[in-house]
């Protein structure tokens, strides 16, 4: 064991109770017949790579199929520190193993290196990681059990490699399925700098683990052993991390600096830009871990292509059981049926399928909606103290709407702008919420940045109905405490100026699909309620431009 893997095995205790390398969900195991084979691929820079092969039953080695392929740091034959399996076989847990083989599809699930039973050191999406992704995708359409037809699918960092996948083009990728998938890993540890906070399931939901771990916790990933019964190299492969990689990886992903090569290099938002590739995306607008963010720059600059997306309200996972939607896996199959297997079938369902806040599901063309027009409000201003941790009116400035008088639609990304001074240690976040009747406030969004002269900030993603007689409520405040890690500046701040663009849309929507509601969802409207008292409620109120507010304009 090198002192690099030492150290990690030493520490993984104090993660474990946090239980950052359990499972995004629930295990399920593969549930049909399968024949399983096991291969090593090398990689051009020589780095050895382990993939599990899964085949319908009873056909022979050399029939061909269409092959579905998925790329993971999660696969390791012993699966988790956390959640060890106990059967030998492949690592399948929340794949759509089952579905692809009863359709007639060959399953390849391939380690990146580092992982599993794949040599080599991590890279966190970087240039080592994005060739595994290729390298597979080439090897897999090459075999002679292969039609030459690959399809990528995965959830959280299987989807992000095939969105890797995606933007190197190799020969043989016919689509890519991604859900929750990361597209610049910078955004998704910092927001202009600031760290976000990770949940510590299954202990909380709420964010408790800064994002500076995240590489450390990858590293305990990849130093995971392999079984007992697995080959010597695959063995080998498991626990051969080095003092060297883990020293840079630790340092490059604790930099919070967007700037550095490190970061620009792993940015696919513009190498994804004009891609053709079929693309099945979904991503959660409560996700809570690959936030609502860098996505839609991505699913905005595609080229032309059958591209699908379900966007809505659900977390860190598919659609599959966890969305309420009953028609996913059929949209999903034959997604695949059509551009992998190369079957004459038509996809069922809209191109884009969104879940509202409200509960209702809707078919759109585009997201945001081209109708969605960006209304300015400008807001209160005034002084805040950055020293978080304890709640205080010191530590807020509010604007509230008058009531509405018919519903107003949030549906896309708004911004703040504001004029402020204060030392540039301090950070100034904007919270947005759905204030009922009775003055209890939902959280629909938010977003963060240092203190400057102007500082911009870009909140996440959402599609939001705010009913009539609800009131928008907008709080300035210097940092979430369960969202984002902040060292306190200990100082005031003033807010010299401050204006929201809030995204409404322009026609009013009548939803056209079936649906129910997640359980992250019923989480969202226990846990991010705050009730708002009258010295909140009866001296922040201001007129604020909207379409439908029934006080003075």
Known sequence: ?????????????????????????????????????????????????????????????????????TVSPYRSHTAYLSMPRIEDGPSTDDLHVAMFLNAGYTYVIVDLRGYGGSSGCPDFGGPGERSDAATAVEWAAGQPWSTGRVGMIGTSYEAWTGMMALAAKPAGLAAVAAFGPDVDPYSYMYMQGVAWKFSGKPVTDQGIRPAEMTGFEHLLIASTPGRLDDSPEYQSNAVQISTECYEQLAANTTNHDRTTPFWRERDLTEQLRGNTIPLFVGQGFLDNNTRAYRIFDVWNALGPGDHRAWFGQ??????????????????????????????????????????????????????????????PIDLRTGTYTDRGLL????????????????????SGIPTATMRLSGPPTATVAV?????????????????????????????????????????????????????????????????????????????????????????????????KVRALGPDVLNNAVMPMNLPNETGPR
């Open 1 to 69: 064991m090198t002192v690099g893997s030492a150290l990690l095995r030493g520490l993984a205790g104090v993660l474990l109770v946090l239980g950052v390398l359990a499972p995004v969900t629930a295990a399920e195991p593969v549930g049909v017949p399968f024949q399983w084979s096991q291969s090593f691929i090398t990689a051009p820079d020589g780095t050895r790579l382990h993939a599990d092969i899964l085949r319908p039953p009873g056909i022979s080695a050399d029939t061909r199929t269409p092959v579905v392929l």
């Open 431 to 527: 919270e947005l919420f759905d204030i009922a009747p009775d003055g209890r406030g939902t959280i629909i969004t938010r977003g963060i940045a240092p203190v400057a002269d102007t500082a911009d900030i870009r909140m996440l993603a959402q599609d939001w109905p705010i009913n009539a007689g609800h009131r928008l409520g907008v709080r300035i405040t210097d940092v979430v405490d369960d969202v984002w890690s902040h060292a306190a500046a200990n100082a005031q701040v003033n807010v010299l100026a401050a204006r929201l663009d809030l995204p409404l849309l322009g026609t009013a929507r009548t939803p056209d699909l079936t649906g129910g509601t997640s359980e992250a969802w019923s989480k969202w409207r226990d846990q």
């Open 314 to 375: 659900w977390g860190h996972s598919d659609c599959d059981s966890n969305c309420g939607a009953p028609d996913f896996d059929t949209q999903l199959l034959a997604y695949f049926d059509k551009h992998v297997a190369g079957r004459d079938i038509e996809v069922p369902g809209p191109r884009i399928t969104v879940g509202q806040f409200d509960g209702g599901w809707r078919s759109e063309t585009a997201w945001p909606p081209t109708d969605s027009r960006r209304i």
């Open 391 to 410: 709640p205080g009116p010191d530590r807020e400035i509010w604007s509230i709407s008058e009531p509405l008088s018919t519903t107003a639609h949030i």
